[in-house]
């Protein structure tokens, strides 16, 4: 089974990844873990992708291409994998479509307004717990910890709408590259957890 999930930040993408990757057995790849772990290896790849990110580029997607291609074709894919991040537009796919075969595209599809809030009214701890001011009833410390919590440096306004109208413009020739190729299946993110985990499962079989 191989899958890919698309879904714009916020849309619940990571908490979905973990929850399918554990049902089906399947590693949850996700881009900026790969980067993470070649650049700490220090092997070849990672070095060229750590000069870009060093200078806050983007990593080319030759590049990016290239490392999941490696990661794709080691012993804990040969049943099936769950990319998160990848592709992230068309070159990307048509690449990937050349040494792998994908069977289904999920994508977490959310209205970008709600997103807007979601993020923005986010507030985290450091121990990892995560909350939303809505439910927070004018609380500011965490209810696990006790600890004092805060709004992420990237999780301001002006940042989540620059964060979400680039996901758009990229991704919205993906979704109709997928579309086209029968492949994508959309889900509504708007709503709870559990519920989005079902109806993906379902798609999935």
């Not at 983007?58 to 999941?68: A, K, Q, R, S, Y």
């Not at 068309?90 to 479509?97: C, R, V």
């Not at 999780?155 to 989540?160: C, I, K, L, P």
């Not at 190729?181 to 079989?205: P, R, Y």
């Amino acid at each position: 089974m191989n899958v890919i999930l698309l879904g714009a930040p916020g849309a619940g993408k990571g908490t979905q990844a973990t929850r399918l990757a554990e049902k089906y057995g399947i590693p949850h790849i996700s881009t900026g873990d790969i980067f993470r772990e070649n650049i700490k290896k220090q092997t070849p790849i990672g070095v060229v992708a750590k000069s870009y990110i060093d200078k806050g580029q983007l990593v080319p997607d030759e590049v990016t291409v290239e490392i999941v291609k490696q990661r794709l074709a080691m012993d804990d894919c040969k049943n099936g994998y769950l990319l998160d991040g990848f592709p992230r537009n068309t070159f990307q796919a048509e690449e990937l479509d050349k040494f792998s075969t994908v069977e289904k595209v999920v994508d977490i599809d959310v209205d970008l307004t709600k997103l807007l809030k979601r993020i923005t009214g986010r507030r985290v701890c450091v121990c990892g717990e995560s909350f939303h001011v809505d439910f927070l009833n004018g609380k500011t410390t965490c209810d696990k910890c006790g600890s004092e919590l805060y709004q992420r440096a990237d999780d301001n306004e002006e940042t989540v709408k620059n964060r979400l109208s680039v996901y758009q413009n990229q991704t919205a020739p993906l979704i109709e590259y997928y579309q086209k190729a029968g492949k994508l299946v959309l889900i509504n993110g708007d709503q709870s957890i559990d519920k989005v985990f079902e109806d993906i499962t379902k798609t999935l079989g």
